[in-house]
């Protein structure tokens, strides 16, 4: 009976409830191209040049008219010079000579084509090539990769290692991007205490805030952890103003169950709005969704693998979408189980697993120990949910199960 509930939302409801109210952020400002990086861009953004600059070599070789590539086996030319990566060679080819040329220098007057140096005879000044040339090969046009007025990228996109060079290769050093989304998060419990302090009896130490912490750097997000509140209702009360104040998304772990000392939700009642607080999930069933002034608040469960596993699946695709970019798409992989899972019908599992491939390349996957929610350590060795739906109930050894790979989170 374990986290069972009749009355809890469906899990895909409650995520397609979750996006359809977040409404993405639409401040923006302008930042050096170095600080882009997982930024979302916010304008047009349009070559104002030709991306290759100049027609040029892909290759080592030599430059010729694809006019002299002979029709019998070989053919001579006459080597007239040298044409380096930002030093052309200016003078015109005629027939039948050639350019010794570098890969990236820009192709001579007259040529179009390029010869690589291991399919050429060279003896002095006189190359031999053979008839099995072609017309254009080995060259790189200019515009090839990005035509001048060419529409690089629009609003929406999120900036990787690659785009960021790619906008770099126009020359432009600065773009308009939305502004850093503002988090604010914080714990509660009387049990909770801060690292460096020695524990007592009935106390820990509040992970929660640490791996909140993490997930949310990756994200890219501005981050305010309000540390540890007290489990009563003017501390709650006094956190939530203040993150609310100037926070986009309010996060907090613990409080949202049905304990005499859990505050969370009645004081979001009271302050703000609850749209949901309950879903049919194992782990993370008691999940709150609601807004605080104008925050959206996610009040997340307090064991720690349940903060993690509610954040990837809801938390994440929100804020995600509210930074104006698609939320990732999530990587779903069939694998074999090679142990056996217990669940019962009417909720949705998000078991922890490592997969890898096997002999036959198939992908296989067991569960990392252990899967109660307080148990940390099943996503620290984990590399994949299992994901088991609604109506499972439950996997046997060589069933097959459909995963989710952290990289679709991570």
Known sequence: MDDYDPSSMDAQIAQQHILHSINPITETEIIPLREALHRVVAEDIRSTINVPGHT??????YAIRS?????????????????????????????NECVRIMTGAAMPTNTDTVVMQEHVQVDDSLITIDNKQRANQNVRQAGEDIAEGALVFTPGKFLNPSDIGLIASLGIGKIKVIRKLRVAFFSTGDELISIGTPLEAGQIYDSNRYTLWGMLTRIGVEINDLGVVRDTPEAVESSF?????NADIVITSGGVSVGDADFVKETLERLGEVNFWKVAMKPGRPLAFGK???????????????????????????????????????????????????????????????????????YIVERTGEQGSGILRSMSNANCFIFLPMESNGVSIGDKVEIWPFDSFI
């Not at 040029?56 to 070789?61: I, V």
């Not at 349940?306 to 939320?327: C, D, L, N, R, W």
Request: cysteine-free.
């Open 67 to 95: 006019s002299d590539i002979p029709n019998e086996e070989t053919k001579q030319f006459k080597l007239i010079g040298t044409a380096w990566a930002g030093r052309p060679f200016n003078d015109k080819v005629s027939n």
């Open 292 to 362: 605080i002034k104008d925050a959206y608040f996610f009040g997340l469960p307090g064991n720690p693998v349940s903060v993690m596993v509610t954040f990837y699946i809801f938390v994440q695709a929100a804020i995600e979408k509210m930074m104006g970019h698609e939320p990732k798409p999530r990587i779903q992989i069939k694998a074999i189980s090679k142990s056996k899972l217990r669940k019962r019908p009417g909720r949705v599992e998000y078991q922890r697993g490592t997969y890898q491939l096997n002999e036959d390349g198939d």
């Open 241 to 245: 103003l203040e993150a609310s104040g």
């Open 56 to 61: 040029n070599s892909a290759m080592d070789g």
